[in-house]
């Protein structure tokens, strides 16, 4: 059996979209996010699909690292979004969101609130607070 190409398969975000519905059409550049949440959802699926680029694309150049190395260990299994702000009309946003994990044959659960700002129209990253 063949399996489907990654743009006709579920987003790994767990939307209910198929991926060039959502979560692709931001990584190819062909769409911007337009909430905060929908930024958050693409940053956890560029995690999943190893895309460093695209999550320094969309990090604030204040806050952002000089590079990025991705663990290819972490598999990345589920999102949770528990609260979102930051509309199309906002200029700041936040999501609480859980990402569930399987590393080293260990699960675990990363949760965090983000925190986003919209400039020019472009939302991006900028920071977290970590959840015990």
């Keep these: 059996m063949f399996e489907k190409p990654i743009n006709a398969r579920p987003c790994v975000c767990l939307s209910g979209l ?39 694309a969309t990090w604030h150049p204040r806050t952002a690292p000089a590079e990025l ?7 990345w299994r589920r999102l949770d979004i528990l609260s979102a702000t930051g509309g199309p009309f906002d200029t700041e946003g936040t999501v609480e969101f859980k990402a569930h994990f399987l590393y080293g044959g260990e699960r675990g659960v990363h949760h965090e609130t983000s925190r986003f700002v919209r400039e020019e129209g472009r939302w991006y990253y900028v920071d977290a607070v970590l959840i015990s």
Excluded: K, P
């Design 69 to 75: 190395e991705l663990d290819q260990g972490m598999q």
């Design 18 to 56: 198929e991926y060039f519905e959502c979560c692709g059409r931001f990584h190819s550049g062909e769409a911007r996010a337009g909430t905060a949440e929908q930024l958050m959802r693409s940053r956890y699926s560029a995690f999943v699909l190893l895309d460093a680029d695209y999550l320094m």
